[in-house]
């Protein structure tokens, strides 16, 4: 149980073009979701976290008119990089919660299996 | 001061010995501790989880929590080849669910 899936699980993209990238919970229904990005050798970091039905929160530093995140029912959300640029060229990993934020001390978090964006 | 710490490593054991990975965390506040191990090119999974002081024990890891020094670590028993990973502590924030990763340890186990 517990599993996500991303799609795609790679993407090529050019300059300029604008990227969607689906995180599913197929087996649970998610209250919260999370965007990361994780650069080569370097470790996981918070983007953003959403929450179903309502806006998603981001971190700092994070530009959300760039990155847009919709989640609009309880097994799916959607990233959206847009105008995209080499610099997004990251590993972008989705992970989903059934609990909501606060509930419970061991909140896990199952996370999909990544999506490798590259941007030409 | 980073928020949560790990020697980058890369820590390297002999086939067959205990591995110990150290974690300390900023955030006195913060209530769950996990260690997720991630393979290259591999999305993180998790491997355990510990909430409460002291030892917590699966198979062949024990996660070790001190809040009071703000210590979490995990110990891998009996390595094997296959453990070789990156593996990386994360730390849920305080009456959230947000997690904060440390950069991760490099662990190679030498057969």
């Known amino acids: 149980g517990a599993v996500v899936s991303q799609h795609p699980s790679w993407v090529i993209c050019k300059s300029g073009t604008s990227v969607k990238i689906e995180c599913r919970s197929l087996?649970?229904?998610?209250?919260?979701m999370f965007w990361y990005r994780q650069f080569p050798k370097q470790s996981l970091m918070l983007m953003a976290t959403?929450?179903?039905?309502?806006?998603?929160?981001?971190e700092q530093g994070v530009e959300k008119d760039k990155f847009l995140i919709n989640h609009a029912s309880l097994t799916l959300s959607t990233l959206t990089v847009t105008s995209a640029h080499p610099e997004d060229s990251s590993f972008y990993i989705c992970?989903?919660?059934?609990?909501?934020?606060?509930?419970?001390?061991?909140?896990?978090?199952?996370f999909g299996p990544g999506t490798r964006l590259t941007v030409l | 001061q980073k928020e949560v710490e790990q020697n980058s490593g890369p820590l390297s054991v002999p086939e067959g010995a205990i591995a110990s990975l150290n974690c300390t965390y900023s955030?006195?506040?913060?209530?769950?501790f996990f260690w997720y191990r991630q393979y290259s090119g591999k999305s993180p999974e998790l491997i355990m989880f510990?909430?409460?002081?002291g030892d917590k024990e699966d198979g062949r890891f024990t996660a070790q929590l001190n809040k009071a020094s703000q210590y979490v670590s995990l110990l891998i028993r009996d390595s094997q080849p296959s453990d070789s990973a990156t593996y990386l502590c994360?730390?849920?924030?305080?009456?959230?669910?947000?997690?904060?990763f440390g950069p991760g340890t490099r662990l190679s186990v030498l057969p």
């Open positions: 992970s989903a919660s059934p609990f909501a934020p606060g509930l419970a001390a061991n909140n896990e978090q199952f």
């Open positions: 087996d649970f229904q998610a209250t919260t």
């Open positions: 959403s929450n179903e039905g309502s806006k998603a929160t981001y």
């Open positions: 955030d006195r506040g913060s209530q769950s």
């Open positions: 510990i909430y409460s002081n």
């Open positions: 994360a730390v849920a924030r305080n009456y959230g669910q947000n997690f904060v």
